[in-house]
């Protein structure tokens, strides 16, 4: 789906740290103690007694002329709410030499390699609520089969070899009238080989890639996610530098094909600002589906995006697909979302330039829903999340083999939406339809 689409992507990378423990006023993660017992470092992260939620409040109940416009009243509101709160634990960890990363998009703070005495001091500056490791996520696990290179060939040829899963959700039925043309879809992920034949002319080079890591001015592919900075960067882009912030550029879409254990939340706020600035977050359920019900990842299992399951060619769940419920299920709901092929995917490959492979993920799923969105959006540039979300799930496809599944949660897989499938396999042609 890529092919049609504007590319914007991030690279990232993520840590964990801290000390001890004293009588305090914020909470101190108690998974730390053991850490600093052999005298070890760590790297925290630090909530706040404030969240977001009063800004965006406060911004929903303006008027803004564009979406563009609210985003950059909503990232300007968040940046001056985390400077008043955050800023006496700044100004102590300044005398003290300490470094720190500072972040709006959810009003938390990084410290890396603390020691216990740190901490407790820490945990009595005001404002501070809690103190806990950084968290930090694994790459999804992908199936890869062998490295094939070959040109690029006509269209009339590509169109000829469509992959199976472009036939399956029917997106080549739509192509007639929409190719997501004018829409940016954004992708976290450990990096990308922009000189591919498949992406150089169609990735963004403008406000088109970040990297808080290594803060290269051109993509590359480095295997690391540095994530509440790739957070800020989609809702309000920036040049590679991290300088000239420009709110409209953000993209319309983004599509996360990573993920960690299930049940955790410090992505949420995340999640709820990038709604609130008019992204549809999109996002891979995890690879862990042998684990059994109760497997999906987060933050595909959060409640407020689309998570994104995986079937193969033969409309089966992949055995690989992580299943609901989610172990953190306040609000209940189901997990996966929605499913799409993720077996046996045809994908370019970062060895060359011309090199491909097959690639078998939830993280080859997410973007064919990805893709579906950014098809609707052409077709609807006002469409949201909301009724993005109402569309492919209403018109899903429930016809699928439910064989080797297994019932999870007290939802039946021949029922629909259940844990294993969500509402059904995502149909392109449906949910263009629809709006």
Not at 216 to 230: E, I, K, M, Y
Not at 278 to 307: E, K, W
Not at 415 to 422: A, D, I, L, R
Request: net charge positive; with cysteine; charged share 15%.
């Amino acid at each position: 789906m890529a092919k049609f689409l504007s590319l914007l992507v991030c690279s990232v990378f993520l840590a964990a740290t801290t000390k001890s423990f004293v009588s305090s006023t914020a909470v101190i993660d108690p998974s730390l103690k053991q850490k600093f017992i052999f005298g070890q470092t760590q790297n925290v992260m630090v909530s706040f007694t404030q969240g977001i939620q009063p800004v965006l409040d406060q911004i929903n109940r303006m008027n803004f002329s564009s979406s563009a416009e609210k985003r950059t009243a909503l990232t300007n509101a968040q940046q001056t709410f985390a400077n008043g709160i955050q800023g006496t634990l700044k100004n102590f960890l300044n005398t003290q030499g300490v470094p720190f990363e500072s972040f709006w998009i959810n009003n938390r703070m990084v410290i890396p390699n603390v020691n216990s005495g740190l901490v407790n001091a820490m945990s009595m500056i005001p404002m501070v609520a809690r103190i806990e490791k950084e968290p930090v996520v694994d790459i999804n696990p992908l199936e890869v089969g062998n490295v094939s290179e070959e040109g690029f060939g006509s269209r009339l040829t590509r169109q000829n070899s469509l992959a199976w899963g472009i036939q399956k959700i029917r997106a080549d039925k739509v192509w007639t009238s929409y190719k997501g043309k004018g829409i940016v879809v954004a992708n976290i992920d450990t990096g990308v080989r922009y000189t591919h034949q498949t992406l150089k002319s169609r990735w963004r080079s403008s406000y088109g890639w970040y990297d808080p890591y290594l803060n290269t001015t051109t993509p590359n592919d480095q295997n690391a996610r540095q994530l509440f900075s790739c957070g800020q960067w989609i809702q309000c882009p920036t040049k590679p530098d991290g300088s000239s912030k420009d709110c409209t550029k953000a993209p319309q879409i983004v599509s996360n094909s990573w993920g960690g254990s299930g049940g955790q939340t410090w992505y949420y706020d995340i999640l709820k600002s990038w709604r609130n600035s008019g992204i549809i977050p999109v996002v891979s359920i995890g690879n862990s589906g042998t684990n059994g019900c109760g497997s999906a990842g987060s933050a595909g299992d959060a409640p407020n995006v689309i998570g994104v399951g995986s079937t193969d060619s033969n409309e089966q769940i992949s055995y690989f697909s992580s299943l609901g419920p989610p172990s953190n299920n306040s609000p209940k709901r189901v997990k996966p979302d929605i499913v799409a092929p993720g077996g046996q995917i045809k994908s370019a490959w970062y060895t060359s330039d011309t090199a491909y492979n097959t690639i078998s993920g939830t993280s080859m799923a997410c973007p064919h829903v990805s893709g579906v969105i950014a098809l609707m959006k052409q077709k609807r540039s006002s469409l949201t999340y909301d009724q993005a979300y109402k569309a492919i799930t209403e018109t899903a496809i429930t016809a699928l083999d439910t064989g080797t599944a297994s019932n999870c949660g007290d939802t039946d897989k021949n029922t629909y939406p259940n844990n294993v499938f969500g509402y059904g396999r995502i149909d392109a042609l449906n949910s263009v339809g629809a709006i």
